[in-house]
């Protein structure tokens, strides 16, 4: 396998691209899965479409109406949801829908044949080009200095809200600081490895890791080694025999966490 | 003089009225009680102090540059959240500054003498669902003391606690009041009347603010709009509990 990565480029970028996205998913993934933001994530995703519609239409980089689109859905969420009494559960369905729809409209106005959009659902982590993965390096390393630089407030912003606001800490600049992150996060992961990848890297690692650790920092640390073993091997596994990368990773991932809850249940009923 | 002074104080959530024309001036260490029924505003008037909620009409000066500290009578927190207990009261200690925040040496050994007086050491590495209800409020406690604020508001601090743990608290606060200002709702007639000297009755308006002493039976049932046990005044908790059993022996 080793000789075949120096032989190819693309394995090689897909293996940066695999490490890149494991860092990001493992610190975004554990705040989404402990502040309970996997659903708004899934709907900040789908949102998006609307912007990659939009830059078909207008003739610009799609990804930049994605990024557009997916910011202004992470914080109208927020900030509808704290004024207005709906739900932020049925408000993350309106932004969801409303997204794709737009995303369809915009496309069936733009002439000449129409985009294949299914590369933004299951993406493909084989194909991604070097621009991608300099602005996942940005990405990335922006996500890593923040979280170093932020880390006790940011802990205290996702445990207890209320108390921060006791302080007269700004809270509401915490949180939107965080969910522009989020955003610009998946976005950016999306056009890489896809939409459906992007949720599972989000929630399945942080879920394994918490079966070992309850500090914060280490679930984070565990989801991202987590994240790069179950990449690399699912792509190893992919280009072994052959079958789609991020179905292999996918699947694998959940294995294994089936794996890890059978074990746990077995381990109680011993103990 | 005053450490708070509430002029016209109304609060409304959506058509409800909580708060209606509160005029209160509690002064610079003062231990003032507040109690009141069920829905009578008590925790409404904690969080409009806090700025968790917003007067609509009315002021409130408070004396003061320093948060104020809290402990919450409902925690809304996820138990479940990976945190250690020595981390959640460290939470305390945070400030407006966030750029690179680490914890000092001092304030890390304030934490340990904190936990060590709440008996609280030995679980300080515990995920914090990993307690029990009252020890959990013994990290809220710990939590808004390690802030060192001049004014400290409890929300029925040891509703969850054992009777050893409150009198530990009650003596906590006591000695914390000699230079504090401390605000503490209470449903708990008997150390209202055994600890705190000054004692404010709501029910949606202000009903009585004063010496805990001269306070009667006719304003307690006007606030609670029934029937109350009176205090016993300046008695121990166990003449009045003996009270309630010679009546049940009837
Ligand atoms: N978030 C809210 N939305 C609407 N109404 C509220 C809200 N919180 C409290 N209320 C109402 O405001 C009034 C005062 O409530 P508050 O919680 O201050 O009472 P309390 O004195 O603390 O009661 P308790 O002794 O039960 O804790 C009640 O009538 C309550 O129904
Ligand atoms: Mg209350």
Request: proline share 3%; hydrophobic share 45%.
């Amino acid at each position: 396998m080793i000789d075949v990565i120096f032989k190819y480029t693309f394995l090689q970028n897909a293996i940066i691209a695999s490490i890149l996205s494991s860092i990001v998913c493992g610190i975004i993934g554990t705040i989404i899965v402990e502040k309970k933001l996997v659903m708004m994530s899934g709907g900040i995703a789908h949102t998006s479409f609307g912007g990659i519609g939009l830059g078909y239409f207008l003739g610009i980089e799609p990804i930049i109406g994605a990024i557009f689109f997916s910011v202004l859905a992470a914080l109208g969420i927020s900030q509808i949801g704290r004024k207005a009494k709906t739900k932020s559960d049925a408000l993350i369905g309106i932004f969801w829908s409303t997204g794709m729809a737009l995303g369809i409209f915009f496309i069936g106005l733009t002439p000449g044949y129409p985009p294949d959009m299914t590369s933004y659902l299951f993406g493909d982590i084989l194909t991604v080009s070097k621009t991608y993965l300099y602005i996942m390096v940005i990405v990335t390393v922006l996500l890593i200095f923040s979280i170093l630089a932020f880390f006790n407030h940011i802990r205290a912003y996702l445990f207890d809200e209320e108390f921060l606001k006791v302080l007269k800490i700004p809270s509401v600049l915490l949180e939107s600081f965080l969910f522009v992150f989020i955003a610009l996060s998946i976005v950016v992961l999306l056009k890489v490895v896809g939409i459906i990848l992007v949720i599972a890297l989000l929630t399945i690692p942080p879920a394994i890791s918490k079966f070992f650790t309850y500090d914060f920092k280490n679930m984070i640390i565990g989801s991202i080694i987590i994240g790069m073993f179950l990449c690399l091997f699912g792509l190893y596994i992919s280009y072994r025999f052959n079958i789609p990368s991020g179905a292999t990773i996918i699947l694998l991932s959940s294995f294994l966490y089936f794996i890890m809850v059978i074990i746990k249940t077995m381990k109680k009923r011993f103990d | 003089m005053y450490d708070i002074e509430i002029k016209n104080l109304s609060v409304n959530y959506d058509s409800v009225i909580a708060l209606k024309d509160i005029n209160l001036k509690v002064k610079n260490k003062e231990f003032l009680g507040i109690i009141g029924p069920n829905g009578g505003g008590k925790s409404t008037l904690l969080k409009v102090l806090l700025g968790l909620l917003k007067p609509s009409k009315g002021s409130i000066n408070l004396n003061t540059n320093k948060p104020l500290g809290y402990v919450p009578q409902y925690s809304h927190f996820d138990s479940e959240f990976p945190i250690k207990v020595k981390d959640v009261i460290l939470m305390g200690k945070l400030t407006k500054e966030m750029f690179f925040h680490r914890y000092s040496d001092k304030e890390m050994k304030k934490v340990r003498e904190i936990m060590d007086a709440f008996g609280l050491l030995k679980y300080q590495d515990r995920q914090i669902g990993q307690l029990s209800g009252g020890q959990i409020q013994k990290v809220m406690i710990a939590r808004a003391l390690i802030m060192e604020p001049d004014i400290l508001l409890l929300d029925e601090p040891t509703a969850s606690l054992d009777s050893n743990a409150k009198s530990e608290i009650y003596k906590i606060l006591k000695n914390i009041n000699k230079d504090k200002t401390i605000i503490m709702v209470s449903h708990d007639l008997e150390v209202v009347s055994s600890y705190i000297e000054s004692v404010a009755c709501l029910n949606k308006t202000l009903h009585y603010h004063g010496d805990n002493n001269e306070l009667n039976k006719e304003t307690l049932e006007k606030t609670y709009g029934c029937p109350v046990e009176l205090i016993a005044h300046g008695s121990t908790p166990h003449r009045v509990l003996n009270r309630h059993r010679e009546e049940n022996n009837d």
